[in-house]
């Protein structure tokens, strides 16, 4: 019996039986199968074509093609990872915490939104955070398309809903001019003057403490508004249009004044709240800031506070002087009235009820006269 062996198998041919046979292992056992005879198959070129016609060599198994979610955000985080430094930190805890370990192994074919939508709607998030997943798998998709790992089409996360998006599971805290007098008191310095920044000018916590001495015009009492200390790195503003100069009163210009006077790094390379720690290398940290703040805070017995309380206050601070809205909306430095009006700010109940009296008067006084009329 001559045997003509196979990476896969063997054909040999049975000269007791004048038959062409198929011999291969299978998970450890032999298997034997009949070909058919010299006449049907003349030669063992023959056979092996009768073998592959009829199937009969293990079918091979394809390798993965690398277009799996973990594939994609690997390449992601290569070409198009987002640059600013709490916005790239972001997307590293979202993708690390909940998008990775939930699709990292799944092909990106296989991801669609009905089951997206359902996990999404699963994790213990609030609304916002929930929102901010979504988005970063929808770019991650467009980046799949773009790149060519998947055909142009319809990007699935669009399809997926997040129910509450826009819902605050918490409302921003805002602080009475009392409420922040008070603070004022308990705060050490530079700490009440860095606060003081942030609810004069709206400046967000990062922006006030990336202020460089070189950044204030005292001439022309502006300050401007370039860069942000996040994580105590040194990046850009949240956005372009926070990048912006910003007019500063008397009082807080005097106030700047003093302090420069007594700092250890009055130079204008120098950080305006440079940290002794750090020997003025970099300015305070955020989590310094925010323990100082919240110590002063409960001293004046106004609770639990938070840096961008002062931002959300000054907001409702403009509203309460009447200025139009689309003067607060160049002042907050946002990209949209709805950002403004929706977001920040709020009313206090006793603006409630002052506005309600106001339109009650109005009323009543119109009824009187109409009655006085009618009599």
Not at 238 to 243: C, E, I, N, P
Request: aromatic fraction near 8%; glycine fraction near 6%; hydrophobic fraction near 40%.
């Amino acid at each position: 019996m001559r045997r003509v062996r196979h990476s896969k198998g063997s054909v040999l041919f049975d000269k007791g039986r004048g038959t062409w046979r198929f011999l291969q292992w299978v998970k450890g056992k032999r298997r034997s199968q009949t070909i058919g005879t010299k006449l049907e198959f003349p030669n063992k070129a023959a056979a092996w074509r009768e073998v592959e016609r009829l199937e009969l060599l293990p079918r091979k198994t394809s390798k993965p093609d690398g277009n799996t979610m973990k594939a994609l955000v690997a390449r992601y985080k290569a070409e198009r990872f987002p640059v600013r430094h709490d916005t790239a930190q972001m997307y590293r805890s979202w993708l690390k915490n909940h998008i990775l370990p939930k699709w990292g192994d799944q092909p990106l074919s296989a991801i669609q939104p009905s089951p997206v939508e359902l996990w999404l709607r699963e994790l213990a998030l609030a609304p916002k955070s929930k929102t901010h997943v979504r988005s970063i798998m929808h770019s991650l998709f467009e980046f799949a398309m773009f790149a060519g790992v998947l055909e142009l089409g319809r990007n699935p996360i669009s399809l997926v809903r997040n129910p509450g998006a826009t819902q605050k599971v918490r409302e921003a805290r805002n602080l009475t001019v009392e409420q922040f007098q008070a603070l004022l008191k308990e705060l050490p310095e530079p700490f009440a003057t860095l606060a003081l920044c942030c609810a004069t000018m709206g400046l967000r916590i990062s922006e006030a403490l990336g202020l460089r001495w070189g950044d204030v015009d005292w001439l022309g009492s502006r300050i401007n508004v370039e860069r942000a200390i996040v994580a105590q790195h040194v990046d850009a503003t949240k956005t372009r249009g926070s990048q912006k100069t910003i007019g500063i009163a008397g009082e807080l210009l005097e106030r700047l004044r003093l302090w420069k006077q007594s700092s250890q790094f009055p130079d204008d390379t120098d950080w305006v709240f440079a940290s002794p720690m750090q020997i003025g290398r970099l300015p305070y940290s955020y989590t310094g800031v925010r323990q100082t703040i919240q110590r002063a805070a409960d001293a004046a017995g106004i609770g639990k506070l938070t840096t961008h309380a002062f931002r959300h206050s000054f907001r409702t601070w403009l509203n309460q002087t009447g200025a139009p809205i689309a003067t607060q909306q160049k002042l907050m430095r946002h990209s949209s009235l709805a950002m403004t009006m929706d977001t920040y700010g709020t009313t206090f109940d006793a603006e409630l009820m002052a506005a309600s009296n106001k339109v009650a008067e109005r009323v009543f006084a119109i009824g009187s006269q109409n009655g006085s009329h009618g009599s």
